[in-house]
């Protein structure tokens, strides 16, 4: 109601908006015919500060459309209404309104009388058309399906029923007509009538009546017109009924077909597991379809052949570039071989395209060469109990206490470490996998942008913190049987955190990163900001990458339901090429058109030209579009530049999120790997994460035991930093000490600005809670991080080094942890629970 007070009120005139060069646009516009597609400018309502502004509208296949420009056909569709179930309803001479029940209403406006008349007729005929098909395909379900092509038979009875369709669409289209003539002629004859009621003299009321006599026997012809066509399409009718039954007996003979297809399937699906049970194949003739990697592989053909039936989807405009479909010649010379593509931008011939293999299919990959029995993993944890918190409760009893002797109850966590949630990374290791298998960069280049992407995808629904690990604290990840790789963490400083990460693949890639967490509470939100580079290394091509993470904000910190958004820009390095890849998390925002948690990238070579557009979200897919041309012309930025406009082809999924396992909300929202990730296992280090006992008691439900137990081991771990200290001190001499002493950090520093305050603790949970030093916060390591641990802490499997690549100095895995767990040799470990 309010629109329509808008439109009357509010909205501008008909002569402000110009509708003389509207209709010299398209002056002589007919009347569409029923099916065809119907385009033309009218004015819709936006709301009571803009009124009516000027939209493209494109009526076709029964659904109403809308774009700001022409231009916006092609990517951008701002809002679509199906006709049929809307309803039309005229307002004045130039208004009308389109509503589909209260979900969407259009209040349009159109240039002049004429022109509005042409658009009623033209969703008339839209509507009723609409409404048929949707009432066939209601009646006749699976009978419109065609019947096998390599059946002539069937074929033919395709082509009559087809003819038959298209004879009764055209005689409803004319009902349809007849329906409107009968509705216009029926009010000319009234008001016809009401002039006739006037008195008026001789020859005028005499005209009135011809034209009244005139109009009514257009009427009698029309329903003549109708009546021979039904009298056609019943006695077409009659005949179809003989090859309705024909069809039916082929269908029938069909699903028999099916039937028995299915029980053979079956029948030799069961011979060979028989087989498989009693032969034990050579490594030669091993089926790697039936190996502990099967149904991966399958799911991976799967997925390819999904890639090839994606349909174009355009990303929205963003700031820096738009994307438009590619001429359709490129289509045609590519055809579904992109490899033909990469020999036209100067690529390989043997270049390895992105939907080209599957990753099961590699000869080298271990699965191939013999069938190993893989350990079955844990699919479920305790559920999370249902602890109620009261944040005050917490509060009051810290009040006069010093910072670092807060408490922060295992309420606020998830029965995991950090250390956990970084070996999370590898969730889609696949990506990589295929990576190493490219034998073009910009190719390896699009997984590698969609693995940065990818680790983001379990962070959607985790608002629960980690458990911060303590100094020295380990955790291995060991897939070499299932997924060919093995990652080692380790917390090598505890001011500020940061842990290293270590993981090596057999199928030939290296991930190494060390992640130091600053974060800055600004009332409603806070805000994680990781520092410190990620390096990914692939032995077969030496390109070696790097890139950093984007800004975690968890929102309605205080008040409401918390809720995680991903923001920031990531730029990813081939350092050996100079490739390229720059992509955009876009914050959300309440007002913005887009998709929430939306990411936009390009793929550009070391001279900046562009080869690959990524488009998708974080937290449920990627795709990749090849750039056939790019241009300047689209529209004007926030900085007066105009955007980069990118030619593509159709849109190909590189990357789709796993669904989680059923229960996921009573289990905190954890994937199949996270639950995996804490189960117990024999061999591991003393020092490993599955052996904290507060993070297993928290697991279990047990979470009173588990604050208990917390608060011993934050304790134990205070002690054993002030033994460090005081040994530092009595062994190092002043000039080895730095400018800073080592008397301990329990202490609370206030900036030099008033309205910000930040802290150092030696708490083991409050660290990351709160902010960090005034250096960290502003994104450069503070002293103790950048020349080494004040209490001359060394790290026990990493060992600090300035990368060659990035210049940042770095813990780099110096060897011997897996060693050391083959021959079950822990003596150096340090007691930390």
């Not at 034998?439 to 911060?468: D, I, W």
């Not at 790789?485 to 060390?514: D, F, K, M």
């Not at 804490?678 to 047990?702: F, H, K, V, W, Y």
Request: charged residues 25%; glycine residues 6%; contains cysteine.
């Amino acid at each position: 109601m309010m629109c329509r007070r808008g439109t009357k009120q509010i909205g501008p005139p008909s002569d402000t908006v110009k509708p003389r060069a509207v209709v010299m646009s398209e002056p002589k516009a007919p009347i569409p015919a029923p099916g065809d597609t119907y385009k033309g400018w009218l004015f819709k309502w936006t709301n009571y500060i803009k009124g009516y502004q000027r939209r493209w509208f494109v009526l076709s296949n029964g659904l109403l459309s809308y774009y700001r420009t022409q231009a916006e056909m092609g990517h951008t569709c701002r809002g679509t209404i199906n006709l049929a179930t809307a309803n039309i309803a005229v307002e004045d001479s130039c208004n009308f309104v389109i509503s589909n029940g209260g979900t969407q209403t259009y209040h349009l406006k159109a240039s002049s009388e004429v022109e509005r008349q042409r658009w009623i007729t033209a969703l008339e005929l839209a509507k009723a058309k609409a409404f048929r098909m949707q009432a066939e395909s209601d009646d006749s379900g699976d009978e419109s399906s065609p019947p096998a092509s390599g059946q002539g038979g069937g074929s033919r009875n395709s082509e009559v029923q087809s003819t038959l369709r298209t004879l009764g669409s055209k005689v409803e289209d004319l009902s349809t007509c007849n329906d409107l003539i009968a509705k216009h002629g029926s009010a000319l004859q009234r008001s016809l009538s009401e002039l006739e009621g006037v008195r008026l003299e001789g020859q005028t009321s005499e005209k009135i009546r011809q034209v009244t006599e005139r109009a009514t026997l257009f009427r009698i012809t029309s329903n003549a017109m109708i009546n021979a066509c039904r009298d056609f399409l019943a006695l077409a009718q009659a005949h179809s009924k003989r090859w309705q039954k024909a069809l039916q007996a082929e269908r029938e003979q069909r699903v028999r077909l099916e039937e028995t297809l299915e029980q053979l399937a079956k029948q030799h699906n069961h011979l060979e597991r028989a087989f498989r049970g009693a032969t034990v194949l050579p490594p030669s003739q091993s089926n790697p379809a039936i190996d502990s990697k099967g149904s991966a592989a399958s799911k991976g053909d799967a997925s390819d052949e999904d890639e090839e039936n994606e349909f174009f989807d355009a990303c929205e405009d963003v700031q820096e570039f738009i994307t438009v479909p590619a001429d359709p010649k490129y289509h045609r010379r590519s055809g579904s071989n992109v490899s033909g593509i990469s020999s036209e931008l100067g690529m390989d011939d043997g270049t390895t395209s992105l939907d080209e293999q599957s990753l099961a299919s590699n000869p080298e990959s271990p699965q191939s060469q013999e069938v190993v029995p893989v350990r079955k993993r844990r699919t479920r944890i305790p559920d999370k109990p249902n602890y109620s918190l009261n944040l005050w409760s917490i509060m009051k009893n810290c009040i006069g206490k010093e910072l670092s002797k807060i408490p922060m109850p295992v309420n606020f966590n998830e029965p995991l470490s950090m250390l956990q949630r970084l070996s999370e990374d590898l969730e889609y290791y696949e990506l990589l996998d295929r990576a190493a298998k490219c034998q073009n960069s910009l190719e390896q280049m699009c997984y590698v942008a969609a693995f940065t992407v990818s680790s983001y995808s379990t962070t959607v629904h985790r608002t629960g913190k980690p458990f911060n690990p303590l100094l020295g604290e380990t955790f291995e990840l060991d897939r070499l049987q299932e997924s060919g790789y093995r990652s080692l963490c380790e917390q090598v400083s505890h001011h500020p955190p940061a842990a290293a990460h270590h993981a090596i693949s057999e199928r030939g890639w290296t991930l190494r990163q060390e992640i130091a967490l600053a974060s800055k509470f600004r009332g409603k939100y806070l805000s994680i900001m990781p520092l410190g580079s990620i390096h990914c290394i692939f032995e077969k091509s030496n390109n070696h990458y790097t890139w950093k993470k984007v800004t975690t904000t968890v929102h309605n910190i205080i008040v409401g339901k918390l809720w995680i958004d991903q923001s920031g820009e990531i730029d990813v390095v081939n350092h050996r090429t100079g490739d390229r890849c720059h992509l955009k998390f876009a914050p959300y925002s309440y007002f913005s058109r887009d998709v929430a948690r939306k990411v936009t990238g390009v793929v550009t070579d070391k001279d900046g030209k562009a080869h690959y557009v990524l488009s998708g979200t974080w937290d449920e897919k990627m795709e990749y579009s090849r750039v056939m041309q790019s241009s300047r012309g689209g529209e004007n930025g926030a900085d007066g530049r105009q955007k980069t406009v990118y030619q593509t082809l159709k849109a190909k999924e590189l990357w789709r999120k796993t669904p989680l396992p059923d229960g996921a909300e009573n289990m905190y929202y954890f994937s199949t790997l996270a639950l995996t990730l804490n189960e117990p296992e024999e061999g591991i280090a003393p020092t490993d994460s599955r052996r904290r006992p507060d993070q297993r008691l928290m697991e279990q439900g047990r979470w009173e035991e588990a604050n208990a137990e917390k608060q011993r081991l934050e304790e134990k771990q205070r002690t054993a930093r002030r033994e460090r200290e005081r040994e530092a001190n009595r062994t190092s001499s002043p000039t080895e000490e730095g400018k800073e002493p080592a008397d301990g950090a329990e202490e609370v520093e206030i900036a030099s600005e008033p309205s910000e305050t930040t802290y150092k603790t030696d708490t083991d949970e409050t660290s990351s809670d709160l902010s960090l030093s005034t250096e960290t916060l502003h994104g450069s390591h503070p002293p103790e991080y950048s020349s080494g641990h004040p209490d001359n802490y060394r790290a026990m499997w990493f060992e600090r080094h300035v990368d060659p690549a990035t210049g940042e100095p770095t813990h780099i895995y110096r060897g011997g942890y897996w060693e050391a767990k083959e021959q079950g040799n822990w003596d150096s470990c340090p007691d930390i629970f």
